[in-house]
């Protein structure tokens, strides 16, 4: 797709000249490309939403088809009957609790890491890349049977205490980067004026690094949110089961019933798909702002 | 420097060995069976893999009913989903804190790894005893007893594989229950000429199919032959479970199963069965505990696998049957099976009957409005001149291999003899244990 | 910079390093004891020496996992890295109003793995699935395949799912690098005539080429560490097509309860794993092209 706007002399970049009509068919062209694009993301979900309103055959039978009638009433069903308020609970208590550890510990070893010599400092950062690298799967048994031998094996604590373990590592990572890329003399002159190492954490280094802890603690929220393997194997009782177990057992439960189905789908997704249009920009710039450095 | 390195050392050192101990330390499960039925309010949990809407809701008004007879004990009903409990989820219970006290198991092979891991208590006393007279036939305890004791109190029977038929369906077309393999074939062609799908089945789990292949093994080999196949005393891709496996081709070639076979999840396939997408499909005794509570108008009914030319008994019953165990470790092991005695009561046997199960008790439907179809099916299981077990409860890595195989039969991928040969490639690599 | 004193360094990185310890270098260790045994989760541990090893060596499942493995990570290095860069392109258009695009592009980031995985199976799926649905509708039936059914086409499909989900996300971050690329720069290569085609591939790629190596790193990692979505969509069959190394890992401990070989197993990958690290790390060290702007 090519722009000419050559043949007249130079047109401003924003000016409201008199656009040739290639210009004006590249554009239609481009915004039906892109209006195609958002289809492919946005049908899924609609499809989704809509077929909580369905009737058991109609969904089967006609998937492209509207439903007759919309009965909200089954979205709370399925929020009832799934027991989905004790799992949302659950997922926000571990995933804050675990994002707040994280984010402490993260940045204090990032800060030492980055600025302080010491010795083992390159012990610890190879230690920490491991981490990066490994699929929780490498070594969740022997992971499991020690938490179970620490007497936190289904509680809270059994998932928390993964979570801030498996979080350190990217965060360590990003926070040293994001660390590195500061002008050293910010902390040599902190430094010369007499202030010591954790005092410099609290009151130098953590105002300054909001940006790479928004980084952190998007990625973080993600990961704890929707862990969903060491959620099954460390949670037996039900009252501290996070919202991708009990989610599954429940499509497990009513695989049979469709339409209760999506709408539990439904009721757990469209309240993080509105809380992430309204704060897109945070989300957004805080991924990107911490990865750029 | 030199300190760094040998602290690194050591630290290293030390972690392995703190490591090592504390895993050793959990092979051996605690000895301290006591058995405290007085002293203090306690909870007792009740463990099992969900058996459908139906009769998960049993056990709510049987928690009910243990509590008020009870009082101070409470009960805890866990019900995991069936496929996570049977591999994950009860050995994932079993050795975490909140051991269950009494838990689904099934007889065999799976009880017996129980038995040797500690986790089954012997109940031999109290099975004999005043809380389970007369309730059972001293046949029900068949695969539950080790050495003279009792491990186990039965449950239910299942039968694991019919082929189920819609009635409407069936005699729309003018078709009759087939008796002969060659008869089912003739079905299965009339229906799809006339545009309906003659067989659904969901094997995304392999069970489904695979427990078909159970049955034609037996049928083709002979139950003994088959079960040493499974075990591996005999190689598994013999001439006979290749012809064996043919049938299933067959099906698989002529497009009388659906293609989604071996994506589809085994409760999606039964979902379309009772929206009458397909005639038939082949699935067990518990299709009617789906049926009752999804489609309670449908006509449905079943007919055993047909006869077929082989060695076996062609009048064989493919089936299980489960039960109930009471954890070794449990500390209220007498409370445990007095809420096994209060299942088998008469009572809570109407409750399952109705809800759809076949109880092992001792008549099971006496005084219940039980669905003709679970009755039928319970007497086909219990008059059957021969019970065959599905291969995964005699051998699990093996059945997986097996079951593989039937799979990649019925996807249309390997031919009997490639799929087979390679699960007994596979079987062959498999440590001796 | 030297630490104010001995002990504040370690005082920083220790709580890190202790949740680390005990979350994954403890675990890591019991692994490798377990590997030499034989043990089913629930009976006595036996030592069996490397017997395990030896069986892996001639596992042609474990084989086949890293086949799919590697397959996975060509095919979500095309279509999530690719794809999102070339959306990237799309987006940052001159004079183009995008941002609802953008916004929605970045939804299925959002989502609950457990809710993506279940929802696609049933866009896959031959009976009331859309797409096969859809090809049935527009006359096309004879691309209807069985999805996730059919070994051919399984991994693939799962493989766009994938790239469904975080395509949006390596947009994000490429968009964000191609902001910083200065305006002045293509006001001026767009005077010269250079069409939008040009600019991006004679300007703009070239200047993020540093974010293009971060991007593949990321996904390289995340694909190693995949899991949910193939779980839940597949649980590695048909037949083996999608088995991937943790999925593998995870049967052989939970369905076949062999934790000793499955702890094998881990500790192989482990050594795979950090050997294409430390690959990389030497690799990186010679051709370091750090482009800053």
Sequence with gaps: MSTDVTTESRVPPTGRGRRSARATASSVLFYAVMTAISLVYLIPLLWMVLSSFKSQSQIFDSPWSLPTSFDLSILGEAWRRGGLGTYVLNSILVTTISVVGILLFGSMAAFALSRLKFRLRGFFLVFLALGLLLPVQAYFVAQSTLLDRLRINDTRWALIVPYIGLGLSLAVYLLKAYLDSLPKELFECARMDGCGDVRMYFALVFPLIKPGLATVAVFSILGAWNEFLLATLYIQSDEYKTIPVGLLAFTGKYSTDYPMLFAALSIVTIPMVAIYVIFHRQVINGITEGTLR | MRSARSFTRVTGVVAVAIAGLALTACGTSSDTSNDSTSSGPFTIRVAMGSTGEAVDGVFTKLKAAYEAKYPGRTVEIVIQENDTYETIGLNNLLTSRNAPDVYFERPGTRLATKVDDGYAADITDAVNGPGFTGRFDPAAYSGMQIDGKTYMVPWSGDVTNVFWFNKAIFTANGLTPPATWDEFLAVCSKLKAAGITPLVDGNKDKWPIGSIASHLAERSLGNDAYVAAIKGEQPMNSAGMVAAFDNLQTLADNGYINKSVNALPDDQATTQFLLGKAAMIGIGSWLVSDQITQAPTLQIGYFNMPTLPGSGDQKSVLGVSTGFVVNANSEHISAGTDFLALMSAPEATKLFAEAGLTPMTVDPFAGVKADPNTVSLATLLSSAPTKVTPADNIDVKRADEFYGAAAAVIGGLKSPQEALDAAQKRVEALPKS | ?293
Aim: aromatic share 16%.
């Design chain 3, 1 to 293: 910079m030297r630490p104010s004193s001995r002990w504040t360094p370690y005082l920083l990185v220790g709580p890190a390093v202790l949740f680390f310890a005990f979350v994954v270098g403890l675990p890591l260790l019991g692994t490798i004891w377990m590997s030499f045994t034989k043990w089913s989760g629930t009976n006595r541990m036996r030592f069996i020496g490397i017997d395990n090893f030896t069986r892996a060596i001639h596992d042609t499942v474990y084989q086949r996992a890293y086949l799919n493995t590697f397959l996975y990570i060509a095919a979500t290095l095309v279509l999530e890295v690719a794809v999102g860069f070339a959306l990237a392109g799309l987006v940052s258009i001159q004079g183009k109003r995008t941002l609802w695009y953008r916004i929605t592009f970045f939804i299925p980031v959002m989502l609950l793995m457990v809710v993506i995985a279940v929802l696609w199976s049933f866009i896959y799926s031959d009976d009331g699935g859309l797409i096969n649905s859809f090809l049935t509708g527009i006359g096309r039936s004879d691309l209807r395949r069985v999805w996730l059914g059919d070994p051919g086409t399984a991994l693939l499909a799962v493989s766009v799912v994938s790239g469904w989900i975080y395509a949006g996300f390596y947009m994000a971050i490429f968009y964000a690098a191609l902001q910083r690329v200065p305006k002045s720069l293509l006001e001026a290569a767009r005077l010269d005539g250079a069409s939008e085609w040009d600019l991006f591939f004679k300007i703009k790629a070239p200047l993020v080429r540093g974010m293009t190596e971060v991007a593949a790193l990321l996904c390289i990692t995340g694909a190693f560490q995949s899991f949910d979505l193939f779980y839940v969509m597949t649980k590695g069959g048909p037949d083996h097509a999608t088995e991937i190394i943790t999925t593998y890992l995870v049967s052989t401990v939970f369905v076949d309860h062999e934790v000793g070989y499955g702890a094998a197993l881990s500790v192989i990958m482990t050594v795979v794993v950090v050997g294409l690290g430390l690959f990389y790390a030497r690799f990186r060290r010679e051709g370091d092209v750090d482009v800053e702007y």
